[in-house]
């Protein structure tokens, strides 16, 4: 009885997912630059505004690993409990003033953070450092190495293992919110529908292609959409970036499994576990299959589909 319960709740999840990203798609399709982003917002705008009291227990949803250990993308610290560390804007509070709005508590824009490393990020831009003031071994503040942008501003660089996560959560602030009037003018124009300065835009594409959307982050993205019903759309399709930023701001936005290749996962190979698979209609079109490509290949169309083992779940596109 537990597993049918379980089962009936992946079912409405993947029923609900699959809406969602149909209907998301299906409106960008022949868009691109500051017509797509603002299409792309309006997917992503409406969404439950959480209390920043309630920050910390969403944290215990979105951040605590497997072993007990709180995720902390700024330092290499070990922490079980939250003491010692702060909620921490990627985006900073302070670019649109402070106010304390839904931004201010999307947890998109937030983790878990060392409180020296944030004290010392402060409101400082993403950047390459060329000379470091700080370092801890995982973070660095320092002074900026990035062409176009002055070589006398201090700058944030994160890991390069997340350098890819924060540019991603920096292009959903700007079209999540775009409407805002931002604050920093050596960082945001809020003139230019595409908001960033270029020294900045080309920061972000570098780390955005460098590090791909992981696994982890995929998981938050679940994860926060659970808490506060949207998510981050450049998790989910980040070749969108490149129609709007990117390589190709002029080129309509398609809706293909070519455009879909890159972000989605298709189960191991060889797994003794038993899969269903979805069509995004939510209707299932095979069960208790010991899932491989070539058979999925085989007996479906061309499409995406979501698997589940009644655990996992997985998008799958066959080209």
Request: charged letters at 25%.
């Amino acid at each position: 009885m537990r597993r049918l319960y379980i089962m009936g709740f992946l079912f409405f999840v993947l029923c609900d997912l699959s809406s969602r990203v149909v209907d998301d798609e299906a409106g960008w399709v022949g868009l691109c630059g500051a017509e797509l982003k603002t299409a792309v917002s309006k997917g992503m705008r409406s969404h439950e505004v959480l209390e920043y009291e309630t920050l910390w227990a969403c944290f215990e949803w979105t951040d605590r690993m497997e072993n007990g250990v709180i995720r902390d993308r700024y330092s290499s610290s070990i922490n079980r409990t939250f003491d010692g560390l702060h909620r921490e804007h990627v985006f900073p509070k302070s670019w649109w003033g402070g106010m304390q709005n839904e931004a201010y508590t999307d947890l998109h824009n937030l983790f878990p953070a060392d409180a020296e490393t944030n004290s010392v990020k402060r409101n400082l831009p993403l950047g390459w450092v060329g000379l470091a003031v700080f370092d801890n071994g995982v973070s660095k503040v320092g002074y900026n190495n990035a062409p176009l942008y002055s070589t006398t501003a201090l700058v944030f660089e994160p890991s390069d293992a997340y350098k890819g996560d924060f540019a991603r959560i920096y292009f959903y602030m700007v079209t999540c919110y775009e409407e805002y009037n931002w604050t920093n003018p050596d960082v945001l124009d809020s003139k230019n529908v595409l908001e960033f300065e270029s020294w900045l835009i080309d920061v972000l594409l570098q780390w955005h292609r460098q590090d791909p959307v992981s696994a982890v982050e995929e998981a938050r993205n679940e994860r926060v959409y659970q808490l506060q019903k949207n998510r981050n759309a450049f998790v989910d399709f980040p070749q969108l970036i490149e129609y709007i930023w990117g390589r190709w701001p002029c080129k309509p936005y398609e809706f293909s499994s070519e455009s879909q290749s890159e972000d989605l996962v298709t189960p191991a190979a060889g797994s003794e576990l038993l899969w269903s698979v979805y069509d995004l209609g939510g209707c299932l079109r095979m069960k208790n299959v010991a899932l491989d490509e070539r058979q999925l290949w085989r007996h479906l169309p061309r499409g995406i589909y979501l698997v589940t083992n009644g655990v996992q779940v997985h998008r799958v596109c066959i080209p």
